[in-house]
C-alpha cells in the first residue's frame, strides 16, 4: 500500500516568507505558471509543485530537486499569476535558503544574506588591508614608494606578499566551499532521484553548451531584455578572470627574481602581455559595468511585473557594479597620478575580497548551483 | 404624471421584467427604461437554461404576456435614464429616448432589411455574423418593431429603407426625446456584459478565429442564431466534434476580474450538452482551477455530465491558445494538475468561459451611489426608495436574479406605501 506521511514544516513556510516568499499562500493552484513557463519540463512542471510544496512545508522536496534553480525567475508567472502570488520570487526566496542548507559552513550563508552583517563582513577584507598598511608603516611617516614620482599599486602592496596571498587564500577557500556546497546538493538530488543515471560528461558538454549561448535565458518573455544584461555580465567576468591569470603570469619572473632565481625571459615580451591584458581588462570592465546597469534598469523597468529584489540580489548586483566602477576608477586616477588613487584601489579590493571569499553564501553563488542542476536535470532526463 | 405609486425599473432584463411585472400585478404602475432596442436582454441570447436544459424564449414570452395584459406597465427602449433627482417617494427622472426611426406602424414585414445597402455587425450574435443597418434585432424580439442603426445608416441621403416600406413606418428624421417621470421608488436592474477576451493576450481571444466566448457559444447553438442553431465553427464552417472549455477567462484573476463570475461553471456544463447531444460522436475537455456548481441542483448537473465518458474534466488552467495556421485548429496548452503533466492539445474549436462585467462598470446609475472598485453598486450604499437587483450587486444566475427581482418589487412597492 503507498502510504505518504506529509510532515509539514511549519518554520520553514514561515522562513520562506520572511525571505522574500511573501505571496506564498494566495497561491490557489491553478497552474497557470506551469503553463506560461518557457524553462520547465513538461512533466512535473515547475513552479505550481514547488508553490504547493512550499505552502505544505516539503524542504527536503524542494531542496533535493534540480527545478529550483532550472527556474531562471523570467518572472513569466508572476506577472501572469492571476493572484498575485509571484511564483518567481517565491522560488527566489528558497534558492536563497536552499544556499543555507546546503553551503559549507552554513553560517556563513545567513550572515551574507542578513543586512545586519554587511559591516562585520566587509570589515573583513577591510581590517586585513589597514594592517597590513600600517605594517608598512604607510600609516607613520613612511612615504609610499613610487616610480619616477608615479602612482604604482605594486610598490604600495607589493603584489607578492599581500594582494596575492590574501586572494590566493580567498579563492581556494570559496573554490573548496562551493565544491563542497554542490557536492552536497548533487547527493541530496541523487538519494531523491536514484535512477537518474544517464552520461555525465554529455551533461556537462550540453550544460556548457547551454550556458555560453544563453539558450535558457532567451526563452523568457516577459523580461526577454534580461538575456543580453546577463550575457555582457557573464562575459565579462570570463575576460577579468583572462585578465587575472595573465596579470598573474606577468608578475612570475618577479616571484622568481624575489627568491633569487632568474628566469631570463625577455622584458618585451612581458610588456606585450600587459598591453593584452590591460585590453582585455578595460573592455571587460566596460562590458562589465553596462551589463551591471542593464540588470539594474531591467530590474526597474520590470519591478511591476516582476518584482524589484531583495537584500540578497541587491547586494551582489551593487558589488558587481561597485567592483567594476572602483576597477576603472583606481585605473585612471592612477593614472592622473592623484593620491585619491589608493583608497580606491583598496576600496576595490575589498569588494573583490567581498564578491569572491563570500560566493559559495551570495547570490554568486547561483552559477555553481544552477550548473550543478542543469548537467543533473539533463543526465537524470528531466530535461533534453 | 405620479400617481404615488409608481416604480421606475432601470434595465428590462430578466431582472428588470420580472420587478416590474411584480410590482404591476400588485396594483402599482412600472415604468421600464431599457437602453437596447428589445426587452429581454441576455436571457434572450441564450440557447438554453441551466441546468432544466429548456429554452428561455419560453419564460420570456410569458413575461412578455404579462405586460402586454397589463394597462399600468410602460416601456421604453432605446431609452437611458439621464438623471435622477428627489427621494424616496418623489424621485424626478429624466429618461433620453434614442430614435428608433421606425415608429409603431411597422409590421415586422422586413422589406426594410432587404432594401438597406449597409452590412453592420451583428450584435445580438456578438458579431458571429452581420446584420443591416435597417434591422430586427432577433426574431422573437419585443417589441417586434425594427430599428435603423444610426452609427451605421447613411440617413437622408440613402433612403432606400423608408422607400421600401409600405406603411410609413419609417422616419428618418426622428429626434432624440426626453420623458421626464416621478416615481416613487428606483429598481436598479442594468445588467451585465461579457467580459472582453480580447484582453486575455495569451488566450488568444479576438484574436484566434476559432476561439469564441461561452456567449458566443450560446448563439451558436440557438435556434435562431447565426447558424441556425448548427454548432459549426467560425473559420471555415465546419462541425465541432472535439471542443474544449477553458474556465476563468478572465474571471478569478486580478489582472482582469478579481472576483469568480459564478455562472461560468454551469454554463460551460451546460454547453458540453450542447455538443454532446448535436454530435453523438464528439469530444468535450473542460479546463478549470474548480468546478464551480453551488446548491444541490448545480451539483447533481455536473455529477451527471461528469458520467458523460466522452467529457473530460481537467484540473489545471489554461494559460497559452495558439492557433494552427494551416488547418485553423486551436493549440491549447494546460497543466493537468492531477497528472503531473503540462499537455498540449488539438481542438476544433474553443469556448473561453468568459466572465461577467457589470454594465456599471462603464455606465454608472446618475445617483448619488458608491461602487465596488470591480463596479458592482455597493447595496449599503444605497438609499431609502433605490433597489439593485441581480447582478447589478454582483454575479449572479437567472433563477436567483429573479427571486431578488421579486424581493426588490416589494420594497418598491413598500416605498410607494409609504410615500402615499
Known amino acids: ?384 | 404624471m405620479s400617481d404615488g405609486k409608481s416604480i421606475l425599473v432601470i434595465g428590462g432584463g430578466m431582472s428588470g421584467l420580472t420587478a416590474a411585472i411584480e410590482a404591476a400585478e400588485a396594483g402599482n404602475s412600472a415604468v421600464i427604461v431599457e437602453k437596447s432596442p428589445f426587452l429581454g436582454g441576455r436571457v434572450s441570447q441564450l440557447n438554453k437554461y441551466f441546468p432544466k436544459l429548456c429554452p428561455p424564449n419560453c419564460g420570456l414570452e410569458i413575461n412578455f404576456k404579462r405586460i402586454k395584459n397589463s394597462a399600468d406597465i410602460t416601456s421604453y427602449t432605446l431609452a437611458e435614464v439621464e438623471n435622477i433627482s428627489g427621494d424616496e417617494g418623489n424621485y424626478d427622472v429624466t429618461v433620453k429616448l434614442k430614435p428608433r426611426y421606425v415608429n409603431d406602424k411597422c409590421v415586422g414585414c422586413n422589406a426594410c432589411y432587404e432594401a438597406c445597402p449597409v452590412e453592420m455587425p451583428n450584435e445580438f450574435n456578438f458579431g458571429l455574423n452581420n446584420t443591416r443597418a435597417a434591422y430586427i434585432p432577433h426574431n422573437q424580439a419585443f417589441p417586434f418593431k425594427y430599428v435603423i442603426d444610426d452609427r451605421f445608416c447613411k440617413g437622408a441621403a440613402c433612403k432606400k429603407c423608408a422607400e421600401a416600406c409600405k406603411y410609413d413606418a419609417i422616419h428618418l428624421d426622428m429626434k432624440p426625446e426626453t420623458v421626464k417621470l416621478k416615481v416613487s421608488a428606483i429598481v436598479m436592474a442594468t445588467g451585465w456584459e461579457l467580459y472582453d477576451t480580447s484582453k486575455l493576450d495569451i488566450l488568444g481571444g479576438g484574436k484566434i478565429k476559432n476561439v469564441i466566448t461561452n456567449m458566443q457559444m450560446e448563439r451558436l447553438a440557438s435556434p435562431n442564431g447565426p447558424t441556425a442553431g448548427k454548432i459549426l465553427r467560425p473559420s471555415d464552417g465546419k462541425e465541432v466534434k472535439n471542443i474544449a472549455f477553458v474556465q476563468c477567462a478572465g474571471s478569478r484573476d486580478e489582472n482582469h476580474l478579481a472576483y469568480c463570475s459564478y455562472i461560468c461553471c454551469m454554463a460551460s456544463l451546460k454547453q458540453v450538452t450542447y455538443i454532446r447531444d448535436q454530435y453523438p460522436d464528439s469530444k468535450a475537455r473542460v479546463f478549470y482551477i474548480d468546478i464551480r456548481t453551488p446548491g444541490t441542483r448545480y451539483e447533481q448537473f455536473y455529477w451527471k455530465i461528469k458520467e458523460d465518458p466522452n467529457v473530460t474534466l481537467t484540473k489545471g488552467k489554461v494559460a497559452k491558445i495558439t492557433e494552427d495556421a494551416a488547418t485553423g485548429d486551436v493549440v491549447l496548452v494546460a497543466e493537468d494538475i492531477l497528472a503531473g503533466k503540462k499537455i498540449t492539445e488539438k481542438y476544433d474549436m474553443v469556448v473561453l468561459a468568459a466572465g461577467m462585467v457589470p454594465s456599471t462598470k462603464a455606465s454608472k446609475i446618475p445617483a448619488d451611489i458608491k461602487y465596488t472598485d470591480d463596479g458592482f453598486v455597493l447595496p449599503s450604499s444605497l438609499k431609502k426608495g433605490l433597489y439593485a437587483v441581480g447582478t447589478v450587486k454582483s454575479p449572479l444566475d437567472v433563477a436567483k436574479s429573479v427571486q431578488d427581482a421579486t424581493g426588490a418589487a416589494v420594497k418598491g412597492i413598500q416605498s410607494a406605501r409609504r410615500s402615499k
Open chain 1, 1 to 384: 500500500m503507498a502510504e505518504q506521511v506529509i510532515k509539514p514544516d511549519l518554520n520553514f513556510i514561515n522562513d520562506v516568507i520572511a525571505s522574500g516568499g511573501e505571496s506564498l499562500k494566495k497561491c490557489f493552484q491553478c497552474a497557470t505558471c506551469s503553463v506560461v513557463c518557457n524553462v520547465t519540463p513538461d512533466d512535473k512542471p515547475f513552479p505550481r509543485k514547488e508553490m504547493l510544496q512550499a505552502q505544505w512545508g516539503l524542504k527536503d522536496k524542494l531542496f533535493a530537486n534540480p527545478d529550483i534553480w532550472l527556474c531562471h525567475q523570467c518572472s513569466d508567472c508572476t506577472a501572469y499569476c492571476p493572484r498575485g502570488a509571484k511564483p518567481g520570487e517565491v522560488l527566489g526566496a528558497i534558492r536563497k535558503m536552499s544556499l543555507q542548507e546546503f553551503s559549507v559552513p552554513g553560517f556563513m550563508a545567513k550572515m551574507v544574506n542578513d543586512p545586519k552583517f554587511l559591516l562585520v563582513l566587509l570589515g573583513v577584507p577591510a581590517l586585513l588591508y589597514i594592517l597590513i598598511i600600517a605594517a608598512q608603516g604607510f600609516f607613520g611617516d613612511v612615504s609610499i614608494p613610487t616610480e619616477d614620482g608615479k602612482i604604482v599599486y605594486g610598490k604600495f602592496l607589493f603584489s607578492l606578499y599581500y594582494v596575492d596571498t590574501v586572494f590566493t587564500a580567498a579563492a581556494l577557500f570559496a573554490v573548496f566551499s562551493l565544491f563542497l556546497g554542490v557536492t552536497k546538493y548533487w547527493k541530496a538530488m541523487s538519494s531523491a532521484a536514484p535512477n537518474a543515471k544517464g552520461s555525465f560528461g554529455k551533461a556537462l558538454g550540453d550544460t556548457i553548451k547551454e550556458i555560453i549561448g544563453h539558450n535558457r535565458f532567451k526563452k523568457c518573455e516577459v523580461t526577454k531584455a534580461r538575456a543580453t544584461a546577463h550575457m555582457l555580465v557573464f562575459y565579462s567576468f570570463i575576460g577579468l578572470f583572462i585578465t587575472t591569470i595573465l596579470a598573474f603570469a606577468k608578475v612570475i619572473p618577479e616571484y622568481f627574481e624575489h627568491f633569487g632565481v632568474h628566469l631570463g625571459i625577455d622584458n618585451s615580451l612581458l610588456d606585450v602581455l600587459t598591453i593584452i591584458y590591460k585590453i582585455i581588462g578595460n573592455i571587460s570592465a566596460a562590458a562589465l559595468i553596462l551589463g551591471i546597469l542593464l540588470v539594474m534598469s531591467n530590474r526597474f523597468k520590470n519591478q511591476v511585473k516582476a518584482g524589484l529584489g531583495g537584500y540578497y540580489d541587491w547586494l551582489f548586483i551593487l558589488l558587481v557594479a561597485g567592483v567594476g566602477v572602483t576597477g576603472l576608477l583606481a585605473q585612471f586616477l592612477r593614472m592622473a597620478n592623484t593620491p585619491v588613487a589608493y583608497p580606491t584601489y583598496v576600496a576595490h579590493l575589498c569588494m573583490v575580497f567581498f564578491l569572491f571569499a563570500y560566493a559559495p553564501f551570495s547570490k554568486m553563488a547561483h552559477m555553481a548551483y544552477r550548473a550543478t542542476a542543469m548537467i543533473f536535470a539533463k543526465q537524470s532526463a528531466r530535461e533534453q
